[in-house]
C-alpha cells in the first residue's frame, strides 16, 4: 500500500474547464475478474488478524457499491468484529441509488446506532457507498468519527466510470442526467477525518476520481487490486485497521 499527497495533479480541459479524465479502459473492466481470485484468498487470510491494532468497540457502518447489497461487505464486517469493533452494514438491501427513503433511513440509522452505542460511528463506503457516507458526514458530523471511502467517486468527473450503463438499467432506461453544480460541491470533503483508499487497477472508475480533495484531515492511500474486489482486500482491511484505530479527532 503507498500514502500520497492529495494536491490536485489532474489535466484540464480548458474549454469545458473539466479534468480531462475518462472511464478505465476495456482491458481494466476485463480484469475486474480478478475479483474471483480475490475473495476466497482474503476469507482465509481474514481468519486471522494479528499484527493488526485491536479496536476499541466503537460502532462502524459500512455501505455497499452501486448493485451491491450488505452481503458483499459482510466478509469485511465480520473482520472488523475480530479487531473489536461493533460493525454494521447498512440494512438497505441492493444499493440501487440514492433515493429520499434511502436518505431517510440512512440518517435514521445513523443516529440511532450512535445512540444506541453513545458514540459516534465511523463510516466505510465502498464505490457508490463511500459517495453516501461522506454526505452522512457533511449533514450530521456530530455523529460521525471518520470516513473511508473505497474506490469511491468522489471528484474528477461523475461520467469517468463504467457504471453509467447499469444506472440507465437500473432506472429502466432513462438517460442518466449528470448534476455537475451537485457534484462539484460534494467534491469537498466533510468537516471528519476522511481516507480515500483507490487502486490504479481499478476497472469501474477511474483512479484519479476516487482521490480526495486536499485538506488538513484528507489522505488518499493506493493499494493493489481490482474495483470489486476491496471489500476483500488485505492491504485495505489493514489500513482500515489502522484508521479506525487512530483517535476520532485527529487524522
Known amino acids: 500500500m503507498r500514502l500520497k499527497s492529495n494536491q490536485g495533479n489532474l489535466r484540464m480541459n480548458e474549454s469545458s474547464e473539466r479534468p480531462d479524465i475518462q472511464a478505465p479502459p476495456l482491458r481494466l473492466l476485463a480484469l475486474e475478474a480478478r475479483v474471483f481470485a480475490e475473495m476466497p484468498w482474503f476469507l482465509l487470510r481474514s481468519l486471522s488478524v494479528r499484527g493488526m491494532p485491536p479496536g476499541d468497540g466503537h460502532p462502524v457502518m459500512i455501505v455497499p457499491g452501486f448493485g ?15 479487531l473489536g469493533y461493533a460493525a454494521y452494514g447498512w440494512g438497505q438491501g441492493t444499493n440501487l441509488g440514492m433515493r429520499p427513503a434511502i436518505r431517510n433511513a440512512l440518517t435514521q440509522r445513523l443516529q440511532k446506532l450512535s445512540a444506541d452505542h453513545q458514540s459516534p460511528l465511523s463510516l466505510i463506503g465502498w464505490s457508490l457507498g463511500g459517495v453516501f457516507v461522506r454526505e452522512m458526514a457533511r449533514h450530521q458530523p456530530q455523529l460521525v468519527r471518520r470516513v473511508i471511502t473505497l474506490g469511491s467517486p468522489i471528484t474528477g468527473r461523475p461520467d469517468a466510470n463504467n457504471m453509467l450503463a447499469l444506472f440507465r438499467i437500473a432506472n429502466r432506461g432513462k438517460p442518466v442526467n449528470l448534476d455537475w453544480e451537485g457534484f462539484r460541491k460534494r467534491c469537498v470533503p466533510p468537516p471528519v477525518p476522511c481516507t480515500a483508499i483507490y487502486t490504479r487497477t481499478d476497472g469501474i472508475v477511474a483512479w484519479q476520481c476516487c482521490l480526495e480533495t486536499a485538506a488538513p484531515h484528507t489522505e488518499c492511500a493506493e493499494v493493489r487490486g481490482s474495483h470489486f474486489g476491496l471489500p476483500v482486500n488485505r492491504q485495505v482491511l489493514r489500513l482500515v485497521a489502522d484508521r479506525l484505530a487512530q483517535d476520532g479527532a485527529g487524522g
Request: proline share 7%.
Open 68 to 82: 451491491a447489497s450488505d452481503l458483499a461487505t459482510l466478509p469485511l464486517r465480520r473482520a472488523l468484529r475480530r
